[in-house]
C-alpha cells in the first residue's frame, strides 16, 4: 500500500518562500510521475505541478511558472518530492497535496496515491 505524506506548510507573508517535501513508502512504491496539487477553500482541487520519476520531466500551472520549482531525490530509494515556493502571493493560499500516478496528467481524478495535505496560508 503506498503512503505519501507532506511536511513543510505553514504560515508566511506575501514575497516569502515555504519549501513543502513528500515522503512516498510502499513495498511496490515506484511511481511513473509524482505531483503537487492544491484546493482553495470553496474552490475545486487544481494542478500545480508534476515531476516524472527520473526527475527530468516536469510541468508547471501557469499560475505558479518562474515561482515554484518541482524536484525529486529519488538516491537510496528516499522517494521524496519537493517543491520550492517562491514570491509567494496570497492567491497561493491553500491545502498543498502530494500524489503519485502511473500516468501523466494534470487531472486529479487520474492521481489515485494522495498525502492527507498540509496548509499553506499566504499573508498580504
Known amino acids: 500500500q503506498v503512503q505519501l505524506v507532506e511536511s513543510g506548510g505553514g504560515l508566511v507573508q506575501a514575497g516569502g518562500s515555504l519549501r513543502l517535501s513528500c515522503v512516498g513508502s510502499g513495498r511496490t512504491f515506484s511511481p511513473y510521475a509524482m505531483a503537487w496539487f492544491r484546493q482553495a477553500p470553496g474552490k475545486e482541487c487544481e494542478f500545480v505541478a508534476a515531476i516524472r520519476q527520473s526527475g527530468r520531466i516536469t510541468t508547471y500551472a501557469d499560475s505558479v511558472k518562474g515561482r515554484f520549482t518541482i524536484s525529486r531525490d529519488n538516491a537510496n530509494a528516499k522517494n521524496t518530492m519537493f517543491l520550492q515556493m517562491n514570491n509567494l502571493k496570497p492567491e497561493d493560499t491553500a491545502v498543498y497535496f502530494c500524489?503519485?500516478?502511473?500516468?501523466?496528467?494534470?487531472?486529479?481524478?487520474?492521481?489515485?496515491?494522495r498525502g492527507q495535505g498540509t496548509q499553506v496560508t499566504v499573508s498580504s
Open positions: 500524489a503519485a500516478s502511473n500516468v501523466w496528467t494534470t487531472n486529479w481524478g487520474d492521481w489515485p496515491s
